[in-house]
């Protein structure tokens, strides 16, 4: 578990150093390139800094040991981290949506917008491709550790891919088709903050599932199925119930067997239940068998 939090974190790291960088660069960019859109695109990235600092702190107690106040563990920590990265895209949206669309109006309205220089273009550019490896590299990381979380901030990294893409395409357009095509900076960074804002809404449904615990798909509802079934002793099961906490699950199920067998034959098969499924889900998964004989239908 311990070491499972260490990469987690470490991929965060990585992920914070080059969002430290690319928010510098964009400021920068924006400021000497007279690029409102590239200004927009660092905002964002300065809104990933403060999440990813936050991810930081809150992966190292999610991954603290159970104790008696929390005998599940600590794993719906993740959920809120999760959280916080979603609600973070939303706010970076909209504030990217309302600069672009205020320099639109001005310009409908006859005030001039500065062209912008060839510096922001490569700078999203570069955008582009780190984050485009920044995402790959950490949802290969967030599947293998089954971190929410951590698949969250990936995703983070794609939304900042097409963003990045829209700055490109707006800032390329004012650089490259001349003072009159300027406005297409302000419409790149409206164009981007929907973006922003689509990523963020499955990130937040996961979130929500999980903090109000949801059942687990469907499908991981009927692997488990056959898991308890497969067991010998269990005639029939019902009243499953499922929640995802953090890495692992939780699952509470009644299964039924011959009411003739005694106490410990009863109580062997529970176990065989629970070694089944943390031999098919891994050790870490909370079950609770209620046992009941089997009558016919």
Not at 36 to 61: E, P, Q, R, Y
Not at 233 to 247: D, E, F
Request: hydrophobic share 50%.
């Amino acid at each position: 578990m311990m070491e499972r939090g260490s990469q987690a974190r470490r991929v965060t790291s990585i992920g914070l150093g080059a969002n430290v960088f690319l928010a510098a660069a964009k400021y920068v960019a924006g400021i000497w390139g007279r690029s409102s859109a590239m200004i927009a695109d660092a905002t964002n990235s300065l809104s990933d800094v403060v999440v990813d600092l936050i991810f930081l702190i809150g992966l190292k107690m999610a991954n603290k040991p159970a104790d008696i106040s929390h005998p599940y563990g600590h794993g719906k920590v993740e959920a809120i981290l999760a959280g916080l990265c979603g609600f973070g895209l939303l706010i970076a949206g909209g504030g990217i949506f309302l600069s672009g669309v205020r320099d639109i109006w001005q310009a409908v309205q006859g005030t001039p917008l500065p062209r912008p220089t060839i510096f922001p273009f490569v700078i999203a550019l570069i955008t582009v491709v780190t984050k485009e490896v920044l995402h790959r590299y950490t949802i290969s990381w967030g599947r293998r550790l089954n971190s929410s979380a951590v698949i969250a901030k990936a995703w983070d990294h794609r939304a900042d891919v097409f963003a990045s893409l829209g700055t490109v395409v707006g800032i390329g357009g004012a650089v490259f088709l001349g003072e009159r095509w300027s406005v297409l900076d302000p419409a790149a960074a409206v164009v981007v903050s929907f973006f922003v804002v689509r990523s963020a809404v499955p990130i937040l449904k996961d979130c929500m599932d999980e903090l109000i615990e949801a059942a687990l798909p469907r499908e991981v509802q009927a692997h488990l199925t056959e898991a308890i079934l497969s067991v010998d002793g269990v005639m029939s099961l019902h009243k499953l119930k499922t929640r995802r906490i953090g890495p692992t699950m939780a699952v509470d199920v009644h299964i039924q067997m011959d009411g003739d067998v005694t106490l410990t034959e009863a109580h062997d098969v529970s176990k065989a239940v629970e070694g089944a499924l943390r031999g098919g889900f891994g050790d870490e998964i909370h079950v609770s068998v209620h046992m009941e004989p089997y009558h016919e239908a």
